[in-house]
C-alpha cells in the first residue's frame, strides 16, 4: 500500500504541474471533473484565450505518471472522452511516452491516426519535454509545434 501511495502522489503532484504550465501561459483550468453518471474522470480540462493560437480554444489533458509507456488502451480511452466531448485537441502528459513507433504509428501512435480523421490531434508531453523547458514561450511554442505535427501528419505531435 505505502508505494500505492507514493504513486498516486507523485501522480497527482504530475496533474499539477501540467496544471501550473497552462496556467502560466494564462489558461483557465479546471481538475478532475467527473462525468455526471460518474463513468470517466477528466484529470485536466482547460481553455486558451489567445495564448496558443492557432490551437483549438478546448482541450483536455490526461496525466500518466507510469514507469511503463502508456499503451494503446489508456489512449483510447482518452481519445473516446475527447470525441465524446468534441475536444479537436487531446494532450497526454506522460513520464515515459507511448507504446509503438511514431514513424511506423503503430501500438498506441496507431490511435492517433484514426483520431485525426475525427479533427482530433494528440499531442504528447513528456517528462524529459518538460525538463528541457526553460520559459512559458519555450512551454507554448513546444505546443504549436506539435499541434502542427499533429495536425499536418495525421500522428502523435512530439516535441
Not at 471533473?33 to 483549438?56: K, R
Not at 520559459?135 to 502523435?156: E, K, P, Q, Y
Request: charged share 20%.
Amino acid at each position: 500500500m505505502r508505494g500505492q501511495s507514493t504513486s498516486d502522489a507523485k501522480g497527482k503532484a504530475f496533474e499539477a504541474l501540467a496544471e501550473f504550465l497552462f496556467q502560466c501561459l494564462g489558461c483557465r483550468t479546471k481538475r478532475n471533473i467527473t462525468s455526471p453518471l460518474h463513468s470517466e474522470q477528466l484529470d485536466l480540462v482547460g481553455v486558451h484565450l489567445g495564448a496558443l493560437n492557432p490551437l483549438p480554444t478546448f482541450f483536455i489533458i490526461e496525466c500518466k505518471y507510469w514507469e511503463d509507456k502508456v499503451d494503446s488502451k489508456a489512449v483510447g480511452y482518452f481519445i473516446n472522452i475527447c470525441r465524446s466531448r468534441k475536444a479537436k485537441l487531446a494532450i497526454i502528459f506522460s513520464k515515459n511516452g507511448l507504446t509503438g513507433s511514431a514513424k511506423d504509428q503503430t501500438a498506441a501512435h496507431s490511435i492517433a491516426f484514426g483520431a485525426a480523421n475525427d479533427g482530433i490531434h494528440l499531442i504528447l508531453v513528456t517528462e524529459a519535454d518538460i525538463e528541457r523547458l526553460s520559459s512559458d514561450d519555450d512551454f507554448a511554442n513546444m505546443l504549436i509545434d506539435a499541434w502542427i505535427l499533429a495536425a499536418a501528419g495525421a500522428g502523435v505531435g512530439l516535441s
